[in-house]
């Protein structure tokens, strides 16, 4: 089930071949090799003994620990959750990674914490570099491709995976509980020079396409509205958001479609179309598209 036309596909596709197309990458592109984040917020509200009634919330359990033991005890918690965590088979069909990791493009954004970005693009023997938001003072003097003088080139061949929201090998740079994330849209508000320019620019410039979140997630909600919507519109390229379909309300006869048809009609006022499915059915969706495109072209 998805709603995107054969128009859709086709803007998409030519995007994708221009090299003018930025994957974004969710938790759902994760699926079944790293826990879900409520997984992981229900077993630490457990040990822990998280007063509130909702353990599921992660960035809320996180705001927890934070406070009961210190600020960086939760992101040390994650780190150690990542270190058993092995790769996925980027040849298998379906897997979001190696699919994208296939695609001509020079620039991949991710709010994950893992590398599996890096690691499909590496199987693929293309040369990545990982880069990270510089949001807070105890990772903002590292070194970036992105600074001045700075001999790496991006292209598809060097092609940068820029981890919006920190990764596991720098814990310090991880946006994990609530305060992060407030921290984290205060910090690229007041600073420009946060976001790299080259990123900015695929933020804005090209058509953005989003694998693996949820409307109702609080982070894809932050980094929809306080981020991207904060930029320039993209000059009328096509977006994508691949979406879980919702589950409808218990109470009230409201149906799957109404919810669906809601939220589609929330992000259309961003030129946003929604594919309804999810990221495995996604991507090999779009190989055999781009398959069929270059055969045609």
Request: one cysteine or more; hydrophobic letters at 40%; charged letters at 25%.
């Amino acid at each position: 089930m998805n709603t995107l036309e054969d128009r859709d596909w086709d803007s998409l596709l030519r995007r994708i071949k221009d090299g003018n197309c930025t994957p974004f990458l969710g938790a759902g592109a994760c699926a079944g090799f790293i826990p879900l984040g409520s997984e992981i917020a229900q077993g630490w509200a457990q040990e822990h003994g998280y007063p509130l009634s909702d353990p599921w919330d992660l960035a809320r359990v996180a705001q927890f620990l934070a406070i009961k033991r210190d600020p960086m005890f939760p992101k040390d918690e994650i780190v150690s959750c990542f270190r058993t965590v092995g790769l996925p088979d980027f040849d298998a069909p379906g897997e979001p990674h190696g699919v994208l990791a296939d695609l001509p493009l020079p620039i991949y954004i991710t709010t994950n914490y893992d590398d599996f970005m890096t690691q499909a693009l590496r199987s693929r023997h293309r040369n990545p570099s990982r880069e990270l938001c510089r949001w807070n003072s105890l990772v903002r003097d590292r070194p970036s491709v992105f600074d001045p003088g700075s001999s790496v080139e991006v292209s598809v061949a060097n092609p940068v995976v820029f981890h919006l929201h920190g990764y596991t090998e720098v814990p310090e740079s991880l946006v994990l509980t609530e305060d992060d994330y407030l921290d984290f849209l205060v910090s690229i508000s007041r600073d420009l020079e946060i976001i790299p320019r080259r990123i900015e620019k695929a933020l804005a410039s090209t058509s953005l396409l989003f694998i693996g979140y949820r409307l109702a997630d609080w982070n894809f909600r932050v980094l929809f509205r306080g981020l991207i919507g904060s930029l320039e519109r993209s000059l009328g390229r096509i977006r994508v958001a691949v979406q879980l379909a919702p589950e409808p309300p218990d109470t009230g006869g409201i149906t799957q479609e109404q919810v669906q048809q809601y939220l589609e009609d929330y992000l259309a006022q961003d030129d946003v179309r929604v594919y309804w499915g999810k990221a495995s059915d996604f991507v090999q969706e779009l190989w055999k598209h781009w398959e069929a495109f270059n055969e045609g072209n």
